[in-house]
């Protein structure tokens, strides 16, 4: 009894000592691929990237789907990007990154709709992220929905009061819904970053 115990100890730790092997092979290899892709990144074959990553993909990697998210978004491949943005969203449905990633293919295709909606899922998660709400501000001017546009623009201009670039934007909106007022004082804000900034100066402008 007492050589039996013994020797399923000695399978299962044979075993155990396999599957570490395995993982740290795996593991190697999988780091080995992350970094032959950035290099390719780095000289522009995309290709060449996506396939090393493919030669070691698990399609339960949050970080390997991210990944090649962004190299066929990088290729122009943007229903492709999407799928595997898609499949990190599903894998970590609070990652930000993986819902910002899924927007650059999906502007490239030109659906706003599923930009915007990505873009509120990560304000559910994270209602102060400023890229998110210059981004949604961005859109919304673009549509002359100065309402909407301002709106983020402000949240964004409260957390960082001194960021020309969104302080331009609210700056614009303002004028163009006749707040001329609160434009002015914005413009010249701008100015005390850019002293010869065009587009203030072009807002002072038309206010006068």
């Known amino acids: 009894m007492e050589i039996l115990k013994r020797k399923s100890i000695l399978i299962i730790t044979i075993i ?8 740290a092979q795996s593991y ?4 080995q691929a992350f970094s032959s892709s950035y290099t390719q990144e780095t000289n522009g074959e995309y290709s060449k990237a996506i396939n090393t990553l493919k030669a070691v993909y698990d399609e339960n990697s949050y970080e390997i789907n991210l990944r090649l998210g ?12 999407q799928t595997y943005y898609q499949k990190a969203i599903t ?18 295709l030109g659906n706003w709709d599923q930009v915007k909606n990505k873009y509120f899922e990560i304000l559910k998660i994270d209602p102060q992220n400023s890229l998110v709400n210059y981004r ?9 929905d100065y309402i909407s546009a301002k709106k983020y623009f402000e949240k964004v201009v409260n957390l ?6 969104s302080v331009i934007m609210l700056a614009w ?15 010249n804000k701008a100015l005390m970053m850019k002293s010869d900034d065009e ?7 038309l206010i006068k």
Do not use: H, Q
């Open 160 to 165: 960082y009061p001194f960021d020309y670039d």
């Open 28 to 31: 190697d290899e999988i780091i």
């Open 199 to 205: 587009s203030a100066l072009e807002g002072l402008k």
């Open 173 to 187: 909106t303002c004028l163009k819904k006749s707040e001329f007022r609160e434009a002015k004082v914005l413009f």
């Open 136 to 144: 949604l501000g961005s859109i919304y001017y673009g549509k002359e």
């Open 91 to 108: 894998l970590k449905p609070y990652s930000v990154e993986a819902k910002l990633g899924f927007a650059y293919p999906a502007s490239g």
């Open 16 to 23: 155990l000592f396999s599957v570490n092997i395995t993982n």
């Open 70 to 81: 962004w190299l066929n978004y990088m290729l122009g491949l943007f229903t492709e990007s």
